[in-house]
């Protein structure tokens, strides 16, 4: 049974660009949360979906961040118009009720 | 929601030592588990521990959910157990969300 799957591992964006992460939960969960994960902290709570459902958004900054799962296909969080303090660490957890199981992050760094 | 204190804050062994991390939570919680993110930046799961104890290998955990607080205990140190801990609890209001504590820094010297 593969790991939760992130990709891409590394994303470089300019200022104003748009990025997108992408989560595939493991097998048979159907829970994913996104965290993000500042230098030199610890992980702070996005946003927790399930099928084509935002269950919890209130860790999601207001504008230009959103998330889907939608009924096929993977998880993706969407930044857009990217600022250098959105550089950081995005981790993707999946869980098929309680415990979660995290993926390898992505690494975003806006220049 | 919920407020994670990890202590301490780092940590520095000798390999072969013994090492208690200490965690405590602000509210019951309903799930508790402990992770290690090595220097590459992965997270790896120790332990689902929302009571009791577990052992696994070297590393062995307890929960103390009336108490509210959680211990990891590393036995034997090795230089590959060098990395940030993290506890992170689900309780209270929080719904399913982890709200994780700041971590404890371990390194371990050769």
């Known amino acids: 049974n593969a790991g939760v799957m992130q990709n891409p591992r590394h994303l470089v964006r300019r200022r104003g660009q748009e990025a997108r992460l992408r989560c595939s939960p493991m097998k048979g969960h159907s829970h994913v949360y996104w965290y993000r994960q500042l230098p030199e902290e610890g992980l702070k709570f996005m946003v927790y979906l399930q099928k084509e459902n935002i269950i919890d958004e209130s860790g999601m900054p207001k504008e230009r961040f959103s998330a889907e799962f939608p009924k096929e296909g993977p998880s993706i969080l969407r930044i857009q118009q990217v600022v250098r303090g959105d550089s950081a660490a995005y981790f993707c957890?999946?869980?098929?009720?309680?415990?979660?199981?995290f993926g390898p992050g992505t690494r975003l760094t806006v220049l | 929601g919920i407020q994670v204190e990890q202590s301490p804050p780092d940590l520095i062994l000798q390999e072969g030592a013994n090492s208690t991390l200490r965690c405590n939570f602000s509210d019951s919680v309903n799930n508790l588990q402990w992770f290690h993110q090595n220097p590459w930046g992965q997270l790896i799961n120790l332990f689902y521990?929302?009571?009791g104890t577990k052992q696994n290998g070297r590393l062995s955990a307890t929960t103390v959910a009336t108490e509210r607080y959680s211990l990891l205990y590393i036995s034997s140190s090795q230089t590959t157990d060098s990395g940030v801990y993290f506890c992170a609890g689900e309780g209270g209001t929080s719904g399913s969300r982890l709200t994780f504590g700041e971590g404890t820094q371990l390194t371990v010297n050769p």
């Open positions: 957890a999946s869980s098929p009720h309680n415990e979660q199981f």
């Open positions: 521990i929302p009571s």
